[in-house]
């Protein structure tokens, strides 16, 4: 019988999958030191992002589910 692949819970709270299946995140530079960030800078940054390329395979492995 095969092992079942657990979910990294650290990456659970990051990333989320859509339902296409692609992997969103959340952009940076939003959690503090916001008054010197121009309103559209940080309304810009509210959006989810998709993760790159070259990230994604290993993303994939800590998110089986």
């Given at each position: 019988?095969?092992?079942?692949?657990?979910?990294?819970?650290?990456?659970?709270?990051?990333?989320?999958?859509?339902?296409?299946?692609?992997?969103?995140?959340?952009?940076?530079?939003?959690?503090?030191?916001?008054?010197?960030?121009?309103?559209?800078?940080k309304r810009n940054?509210?959006?989810?992002?998709?993760?790159?390329?070259?990230?994604?395979?290993?993303?994939?492995?800590?998110?089986?589910?």
């Open positions: 019988m095969i092992n079942k692949l657990k979910t990294r819970k650290s990456a659970l709270k990051r990333y989320q999958k859509s339902k296409s299946g692609k992997i969103l995140r959340r952009k940076a530079f939003r959690s503090h030191i916001l008054e010197k960030k121009s309103p559209k800078r940054l509210r959006h989810k992002n998709l993760v790159s390329m070259c990230e994604k395979n290993s993303i994939y492995l800590m998110l089986p589910n």
